[in-house]
T-cell receptor, first 113, second 111 residues
Framework: DTAVSQTPKYLVTQMGNDKSIKCEQN?????MYWYKQDSKKFLKIMFS???????INETVPNRFSPKSPDKAHLNLHINSLELGDSAVYFC????????????FGPGTRLTVL | GENVEQHPSTLSVQEGDSAVIKCTYS??????FPWYKQELGKGPQLIID?????GEKKDQRIAVTLNKTAKHFSLHITETQPEDSAVYFC??????????FGTGTSLTVIP
């Protein structure tokens, strides 16, 4: 069983479009995260939710909007896509914020043309 | 906030040799230090972690050491194998706070 899953794995789209990435975890964790990894491999946190409540919201353009319908899901919606949004996006989960192991999904490679 | 620095950014070793990756952190409140391995096309995966009440932890060929006074921790891989080739990330956090990741080390093990 996949612990943290993301769909789609690849996403190719035109500038200006709106797209969503879905994430699900079956570990029973309370905390979920979205990270962006650029071409230099830097892992940058974007958002974190604990028990469906937003607890971390780093300096991310408001074109990015996370939504957590329940503790097992954290989706990422991106409006008006730009070239600079091209990256790999990782979802992760942990039992609690900060003090326990994070489990990462396989990533979604977003390419904006 | 926390600042985690990681060195070196790239590391090449001969198969069978040891590899050491070092990280420093700035926030003395940090008490959890995981190490992640990221293989090509995959998400980061935890390989070992250490908490601030422990100075060293070992798991087969992998070990992590922590010096709280100097605020640095290191990953040691002995008897390296080609399958150890990957990008390695260190991170620091404390309960209730976010994780802060290092900038990654690309390790290449030459057969």
């Amino acid at each position: 069983d996949t612990a943290v899953s993301q769909t789609p794995k690849y996403l190719v789209t035109q500038m200006g479009n709106d797209k969503s990435i879905k994430c699900e975890q079956n570990l029973g964790h309370d905390t979920m995260y979205w990270y962006k990894q650029d071409s230099k491999k830097f892992l940058k946190i974007m958002f974190s939710y604990n028990n469906k409540e937003l607890i971390i919201n780093e300096t991310v353009p408001n074109r990015f909007s996370p939504k957590s319908p329940d503790k097992a899901h954290l989706n990422l919606h991106i409006n008006s896509l730009e070239l600079g949004d091209s990256a790999v996006y990782f979802c992760a989960s942990s039992q609690d914020p900060g003090g326990s192991t994070q489990y990462f999904g396989p990533g979604t490679r977003l390419t904006v043309l | 906030g926390e600042n985690v620095e990681q060195h070196p950014s790239t590391l090449s070793v001969q198969e069978g040799d040891s590899a050491v990756i070092k990280c420093t952190y700035s926030d003395s409140a940090s008490n959890y230090f995981p190490w992640y391995k990221q293989e090509l096309g995959k998400g980061p995966q935890l390989i070992i972690d250490i908490r601030s009440n422990v100075g060293e932890k070992k798991d087969q060929r992998i070990a992590v050491t922590l010096n709280k006074t100097a605020k640095h921790f290191s990953l040691h891989i002995t008897e390296t194998q080609p399958e150890d080739s990957a990008v390695y990330f260190c991170a620091a956090s404390h309960t209730g706070n976010q994780f802060y990741f290092g900038t990654g080390t690309s390790l290449t093990v030459i057969p």
